[in-house]
């Protein structure tokens, strides 16, 4: 899985030498300039940014608005009959909650904690599954065979149990659930990377690295790790969303974030008393929640198809296929899908939308 | 043969790992002072007076040691403890609700993999177009939502518009089979495509891809050329290679299909297992919470089995690993 | 014994087998695959042993047996007076600095992901020699020794041609001074007149430092080209070894004449006049290697003696079952033949009498 192209012919000048001044690419920035010109995934950055930035502002917010996440206003944040207003009414710029407390205030601090978990668990479990999958990857024998048995353990193993269990013996909290979602999180990030390891220890590189003298963590940080880092990083950006996710689900479930610290999760599961009354309570979080892991999804996405060499071809083709349609129908002809036979690329070759 | 000494392995890798599973919970629930362990089994509601009752029956004044030996013990004779909580035993209480765990989770795996397969199917042979799109969209939203979020959203978009009309077939809450089908498939509808859309969004991108690979590869193009007609070629052979993912796939998901019913049961007040268990958290009963842990790995490791097993008959490499 | 202070390289008796292993429950070996079985050779200092064989001789493995890259089943290497085989990792690593490879791939064997400069620079930051600017400096010393523009110190191998990464590997091999350089194939992947340009520099570099080389090839022109002594591989043992020139005139092992006589010859009227000798059969499996001369089902002037004796190899007028001292890689023309090839006769017309 070579990936560093090089986006020009070297030419040799009459002494075999390649034209000094041209600058090789990386493979980094290839990649970036593949992603700038997939819309879809800028946007999916972009709302990314802006959930970021929301989340930091949040008590930027929560000073002009005067209304503080914990804090209660029955008088203005409660209608006649004690249900929720709506958005844009008396100064609540979603509405309210079950308790008169401000409904967008809540969301934004949920945010807080949501991305917090979502990022360091994943991280974390990074940092674990690639030195745990490294290890298994190159080593071998016992240590693998050991390795990835607990790898599949933990794989197939119901997370909800073993938060039921934990919080029964140790009370709902935060530091359980990241120390949860790290545990499930890294054991699919160490699989993928043993994987690869295996296929790259055969490669002769590594050999040449060993007749020089190499050792064993030399090899695993300096040849090995710099060929993971592209699958891992698409892994764990599509293990952010999954961590969110987890975290609102546990806290759903009230094994997770206890009221009154919002988390999207706990605001979702009051939301389940007020649906009929109340729809602002159950949609703008849920939403919320919708738009993070989307746009994280739709990078993960986006990243790993601008890492593939092949999408370079396709987008070539792709546009050119545009400018012909357009002579074309320039011409007056047909320029929809032709139907008489099928022919269908790799699904790494179709970028989303 | 090779296969019989693959189930073998496979099942005694099982028995060990529920052996540990059993082990771990009990040292995690029960290695504490003997105040706490009891005042958990008795429930949050016991008087004093239930809760030496409990030291008693249950020996907590007894060496460590003593105690997992008595409970291993009673395990191997299926008993799986008292709920001082609820008073009854913690077998009537499983049998009480499994029925419902059992109907979600049986129902949502069949209508996740009906329409994961047939959309992915489709899909895959109509690349690129209309319906391909859509679907992409479409399983790419089934992704990114968070079980409750659709379970909720079902009950809002679907459950209370239909009551405000006087439409009660779709319910929340459940009712088992033999009260009346029709009821039964009620209540279960909306659980079911709860639990299922993740799931089917999954398997459709899974199949999508394998079936987009696999029909790329020449012996399609063969199988083609030797004049087979295209149904036959994707069934016979491409939907064939493709399968096996998908079954890999499944044996992983076996967790996450216990957490999916867990939240499903909870969202519509099913009173499976699963809701019962986290209840049980609320109420410190632990009985039952060792119970559902160990039933779970329990299952969880039959499927594996199950799972491993129709991986073995699809694909002949891997019994020789 | 020849010049021992000449002598660099000495292997005893090596013998390397992979096991092969079966089973569904319990893994067990079922068989050995005879990779070099029974190897003995030398290398002399500043000189370069040629090793030539066709894929599955045992050529690679005995390359990386010497080297001490894997581990050997018998036998001894010894480097320089001190015998390698019984070394730990942590002995061996001193040793890397005398004894480096350069590989066939000039396409994988450079880390894709890594730039030219820290891959020729690796040699010194392992054993901690140079660091810094003075690595640099050095690096670059090196690129331009080997025919590399030195400013290219930052670019990855992607963008360099085939004959520029092997120089590039050239330089890694060369940056700790060794004594000896083994060349796994090192020209086999380049076209021709860039495989013309790496073998001067080759043969340049061992002036100029002295070096040794063990010389792996299939093409027999190339290790003409190279090479001081010459030796033959078949299935794991060598056939027949010889100083250079005796070799390529006065073959004497069968194989060697049907390799020769399959070589293409750039003259066309040489070409037609030449007889090629045809060999029939299949190439057995190292799993399982013929009784008798691995070879016999093969040659053209098998006798029923060949397929119960194996003949070991000896100097020109030795007859079997004499005590020699003579090694593969000295001065003299050894060959593993019952019946070698006398100066005029004709393979191409010869005829079994052992059915195959």
Request: positive net charge; aromatic residues 8%.
């Amino acid at each position: 899985m070579s990936i560093t192209e090089v986006q020009f012919e070297a030419r040799e000048a009459a002494d075999g030498q390649s034209i000094a001044n041209i600058e090789g690419r990386s493979q980094w920035q290839l990649t970036w300039r593949r992603l700038r010109s997939d819309k879809v995934s800028m946007i999916a950055l972009a709302v990314i940014i802006i959930m970021v930035l929301l989340a930091i502002t949040a008590p930027v917010f929560a000073s002009i608005t005067h209304h503080p996440p914990d804090a209660a206003f029955p008088n203005t944040g409660e209608n006649a009959v004690g249900l929720p207003v709506g958005p844009f009414t008396n100064g609540f710029w979603l509405g309210s909650d079950g308790t008169g407390r401000d409904l967008f205030i809540r969301i934004l601090y949920g945010a807080r904690i949501s991305l917090f978990v979502g990022v360091v668990t994943t991280f974390i479990a990074a940092c674990l599954g690639v030195s745990i999958g490294l290890m298994a990857g190159y080593f071998g024998g016992i240590v693998d065979t050991l390795l990835a048995r607990l790898t599949d353990a933990v794989l197939a193993f119901p997370y909800v149990v073993l938060a039921i269990a934990l919080a029964a013996v140790f009370g709902p909290s935060l530091t359980i659930i990241m120390v949860l979602i790290t545990f499930f999180s890294w054991a699919g990030i160490a699989r993928i990377v043993r994987g690869q390891t295996l296929s790259i220890k055969e490669k002769e590189y590594i050999e040449a690295a060993r007749s020089i003298g190499a050792g064993p963590f030399r090899i695993m940080f300096f040849d090995i790790l710099p060929n993971l880092m592209a699958p891992v990083l698409v892994v764990a950006t599509l293990y952010i969303p999954a961590a969110v996710v987890f975290e609102s689900t546990l806290s759903f479930l009230s094994l997770g974030i206890q009221p009154p610290t919002p988390s999207w999760g706990n605001i979702l599961a009051e939301a389940t008393n007020f649906y009929q009354t109340s729809w602002w309570y159950v949609v703008f979080p849920a939403l919320a929640l919708l738009i993070t892991t989307l746009g994280f999804n739709l990078l993960g996405d986006g990243i790993r198809d601008a890492m593939d060499p092949r999408t370079e071809r396709i987008l070539a083709a792709r546009r050119m296929r545009r400018a012909k349609n357009r002579r074309r129908r320039a011409a007056g002809a047909h320029t929809g899908p032709t139907k008489d036979f099928p022919d269908p690329p790799r699904q790494s070759q179709l970028p989303l939308a | 043969m090779a296969i019989i000494g693959y189930l073998i392995r496979r099942i005694l890798t099982g028995a060990i790992v529920v052996w540990l599973v059993a082990t771990l919970a009990f040292f995690l629930f029960f290695a504490r002072p003997v105040i706490t362990v009891a005042r958990q089994l008795a429930g949050r509601a016991a008087t004093p007076q239930v809760i030496n009752e409990v030291i008693a029956n249950l020996g907590l004044n007894q060496p460590i040691m003593t105690q997992y030996w008595h409970f291993l013990d009673g395990l191997l004779h299926g008993n799986l403890g008292y709920s001082y909580f609820t008073q009854e035993s913690v077998d009537t209480m499983v049998k009480q609700d499994l029925p419902p765990t059992a109907s979600l989770v049986v129902g949502a795996v069949i209508l996740w993999l009906i329409v994961g397969l047939t959309v992915g199917i489709i899909s895959a042979t109509r690349a690129r177009s209309l319906f391909d799109r859509t679907s992409n969209v479409l399983v790419l939203l089934g992704l990114s939502m968070p079980v409750f979020v659709i379970g909720e959203f079902l009950i809002l978009v679907v459950f209370v518009p239909l009551n405000q009309h006087g439409i009660t077939w779709i319910d929340t809450g459940y009712s088992g089979p033999s009260q009346g089908l029709s009821k039964w498939a009620g209540h279960m509808l909306l659980p079911w495509i709860t639990l299922a859309a993740v799931q089917a969004a999954i398997y459709t991108r899974l199949i999508r891809g394998q079936l987009l690979d696999t029909l790329s590869e020449d012996y399609i193009r063969t199988a083609r050329a030797k004049g087979l007609s295209e149904r036959r070629v994707i069934f016979r052979h491409g939907v064939r290679a493709a399968l096996t993912p998908v079954v890999s796939q499944l044996g992983v998901d076996i967790g996450t299909l216990l957490g999916g019913a867990v939240i499903v049961e909870d969202v519509f007040g099913l009173g499976g297992l699963g809701q019962v268990s986290v209840q049980a958290v609320f109420q410190d009963n632990l009985p039952v919470i060792i119970g559902f842990v160990i039933l779970a790995s329990l299952f969880v490791v039959v499927a594996n089995i199950v799972v491993d097993f129709l991986y073995a008959s699809l694909d002949p490499r891997v019994r020789i690993a | 014994m020849a010049d021992d202070d000449n002598v660099l390289v000495r292997v005893e008796n090596l013998v390397k087998y992979f096991p092969v292993k079966a089973g569904g429950f319990i893994r067990h070996t079922v068989g050995q695959v005879h990779a070099v079985d029974d190897v003995s050779l030398i290398i002399e200092r500043g000189k370069t042993l040629g090793l030539v064989g066709e894929t599955g001789s045992g050529k690679s493995t005995l390359a990386r047996c010497v080297a001490g890259l894997i581990p050997v089943t018998s036998g001894q290497v010894i480097f320089d007076g001190r015998d390698i085989t019984k070394l730990s990792r942590g002995a061996m690593r001193p040793l890397r600095r005398e004894v480096q490879m350069i590989f066939q791939d000039p396409y994988s064997s450079l880390n894709p992901r890594r730039r030219v400069g820290s891959i020729i620079g690796e040699p010194f930051a392992v054993h901690g020699i140079a660091t810094g600017s003075e690595r640099k400096r050095r690096v670059q010393e090196l690129m331009e020794r080997v025919g590399l523009n030195p400013e290219h110190y930052n670019r990855f191998p992607a963008e360099f041609s085939g004959g520029q990464r092997q120089r590039i590997g050239v330089a890694r091999a060369l940056a700790l001074r060794p004594k000896l350089i083994i060349c796994d194939e090192p020209v086999s992947a380049l076209d021709v007149s860039i495989q013309a340009q790496v073998l001067n520099l080759l043969a340049d570099l061992q002036t100029e430092y002295g070096l040794s080389y063990l010389f792996i090839a299939h093409d027999l022109e190339v290790v003409r080209h190279v090479s001081d002594k010459v030796a033959v591989m078949y299935l794991g043992r060598v056939g027949e070894a010889a100083p250079k020139e005796q070799l390529y005139v006065t073959p004497r092992h069968p194989y060697t004449v049907a390799l020769l006589s399959a070589a293409p010859a750039a003259d066309p009227d040489t070409a037609a006049a030449r007889q090629r000798v045809i060999l029939t059969g299949d190439v057995p499996s190292p799993i399982d290697p013929p009784p008798g001369c691995r070879f016999h089902r093969r040659c053209p002037k098998a006798q029923p003696l060949c397929a119960t004796d194996e003949p070991m190899l000896l100097p020109e007028g030795v007859s079997a079952g004499a005590e020699t001292t003579a090694v593969v890689g000295q001065d003299i023309h050894l060959t593993a033949c019952h019946f070698p090839v006398a100066v005029g006769e004709n393979l191409a017309t010869a005829r079994a009498r052992e059915p195959a």
